[in-house]
């Protein structure tokens, strides 16, 4: 039992830094000002998660716009990690 609870409270951890990620790919994209209250909160918490890899890929300038390829290549990632954890989580501590 508390074990499926505490795999909840990582799934939603990881969803919702999954979702800081893809903002933060929406709102380079676009261009958005860091000035701007609610992007400098997206960009701090994903600074923090992408410390490692934003220094080794840069955000890769398009026609105006630009892709924040560390992100793209965080969001992945996690993705894989909060993938691999589950199952070897639910493996030995969740009885189904």
């Given at each position: 039992m508390l074990a499926k609870l505490l795999l909840g409270i990582i799934?939603?951890?990881?969803?919702?830094?999954e979702m800081l990620?893809?903002?933060r790919i929406i709102?380079?994209?676009?261009?958005?000002?860091?000035s701007s209250?609610?992007?400098?909160?997206v960009y701090d918490w994903t600074d923090y998660?992408?410390?490692?890899?934003?220094?080794?890929?840069p955000t890769l300038p398009t026609i105006g716009y630009?892709?924040?390829?560390?992100?793209?290549?965080?969001?992945v990632a996690?993705?894989?990690?909060?993938?691999?954890?589950g199952k070897i989580f639910k493996l030995f501590f969740v009885a189904e």
């Open positions: 799934k939603t951890a990881a969803n919702l830094i990620f893809v903002a709102l380079k994209f676009l261009n958005a000002s860091g209250g609610l992007v400098a909160f998660f992408l410390g490692p890899v934003l220094q080794i890929f630009g892709i924040d390829s560390a992100a793209v290549v965080g969001l996690y993705a894989l990690a909060y993938l691999i954890f």
